[in-house]
């Protein structure tokens, strides 16, 4: 196609920015789902807004962006990885902007970081929750970076995008389910990478399940099973289960209840209640208008994400990564691009990585 790496790269990073400043206005509502009223309102002020030549309102990032600019900067300083460097770029980050709206339980390892003077640099994310890890988004919401520095098939010889995302997620977060949630979310960019402009929905859950049948099958053996309070068995392959579940949502002709995609996706703070559902929104997305008919489908993807509720920066962080990888920079609206904080950085990031290309 004519669409260049590069123009992915930008719309990967820059639609992961998007998705967190117009998400998080709705986080704290905390809500099943966002009327699709309001999530029109929104657009419609921020298109407004930018068209004011002064004093324009700025929707400002939160925890997400802030943990990918990090990711972002670490990488292209430290192209083969350096554990050390990410681990103090998120920890000065944090302590220079506290309130971005940080996870409760990840500060805790920051602050670990920060008074053992990153001595022992996986061991404060291993000892989160009585030893068992977070379970938390907070990998897969910060991973972009990752799969476009290893996009190339002749990377995986070096450092595979597996690999550098698992190394990258438990700096903050050992749980067996933030792991592979982050693992999926990364072959989720990787794959829209490769997209046309027609997506093939079948193609793409196919190949991702395929991938994550034998990412799972890994985990099963090497990492200790999470025990559930009830005592219930754990599933062992929970990723392969619920992307047959997005397959069906997003497939079907008629437009999913949102209370469906709650129950059965998710829209929580845990990894696995939220990459799904992003997911979920770039796909449905990509076929079917439903309430956003006069959008294109990357902007159609971030109001879907939204319109999901619960946590909303995370899940449309997500999602416009996705998306972003697949269209491309030029459908991303100018209008939303000026009125969110970070984009120029973002672009700026992917120029950098997209350099490091090949090399
Ligand atoms: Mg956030
Ligand atoms: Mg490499
Ligand atoms: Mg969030």
């Known amino acids: 196609t004519s669409l260049s790496l590069l123009s992915r790269f930008k719309g990967a990073l820059v639609g992961a920015v998007l998705g967190d400043c117009i998400g998080a206005y709705f986080e704290f509502e905390w809500a ?3 009327e699709k009223e309001k999530i029109v ?10 068209k004011k030549d002064k004093k324009k309102k700025v929707w400002e990032f939160t925890d997400d962006t ?7 900067r670490s990488l292209i300083a430290h192209p083969d990885f350096s554990s050390v460097d990410m681990a103090k770029k998120f920890t000065e980050e944090y302590h220079k902007e506290p309130d971005r709206g940080y996870g409760n339980a990840v500060i805790t390892i920051f602050e670990k970081l920060k008074a053992s003077d990153y001595k022992d640099i996986y061991k404060p994310a291993s000892e989160q929750f009585d030893g068992q890890g977070s379970y938390g988004n907070g990998g897969a919401m910060r991973i972009s970076p990752a799969p476009l520095l290893a996009q190339r098939e002749e990377d995986n010889d070096k ?9 990258i997620t438990r700096l903050t977060h050992t749980h067996r ?3 592979n949630g982050a693992v999926m979310q990364s072959l ?8 046309h402009e027609e997506v093939d929905i079948d193609n793409f859950v196919d190949t991702l399940k395929s991938d994550m049948a034998k990412v799972e099958e890994k985990s099963r053996s090497k990492l200790p ?3 559930t309070e009830d005592g219930a068995e754990v599933e062992e392959f929970p990723y392969c289960k619920v992307l047959e579940t997005v397959r069906e949502y997003a497939k079907q002709e008629q437009k999913p209840d949102m209370k469906d995609i709650n129950d059965n996706l998710g829209t929580e703070i845990s990894a696995l209640k939220s990459v799904p559902a992003a997911l979920f929104s770039f796909l449905r997305a990509s076929k079917y208008g439903d309430d956003f008919k006069d959008r294109n489908p990357f902007e159609r993807t971030m109001m879907l994400s939204i319109s999901l509720g619960g946590d909303t920066d995370t899940i449309a962080t997500m999602a416009g990564a996705i998306a972003g990888a697949c269209y491309g920079i030029n459908v991303i609206p100018e209008s939303w691009q000026t009125c969110c904080e970070g984009v120029s950085d973002a672009i700026e990031f992917a120029e950098e990585l997209h350099k490091l290309q090949g090399k």
């Open 32 to 34: 099943p789902s966002i």
């Open 159 to 167: 450092i595979t995008k597996i690999e550098l995302t698992d190394k």
């Open 66 to 72: 802030a943990m990918t600019r990090s990711v972002a």
């Open 177 to 179: 389910d933030a792991i």
């Open 188 to 195: 989720a960019i990787n794959l829209a990478l490769k997209c």
């Open 41 to 50: 309102n929104l657009v419609n002020k921020i298109e407004a807004e930018s």
């Open 225 to 227: 099973k999470p025990d």
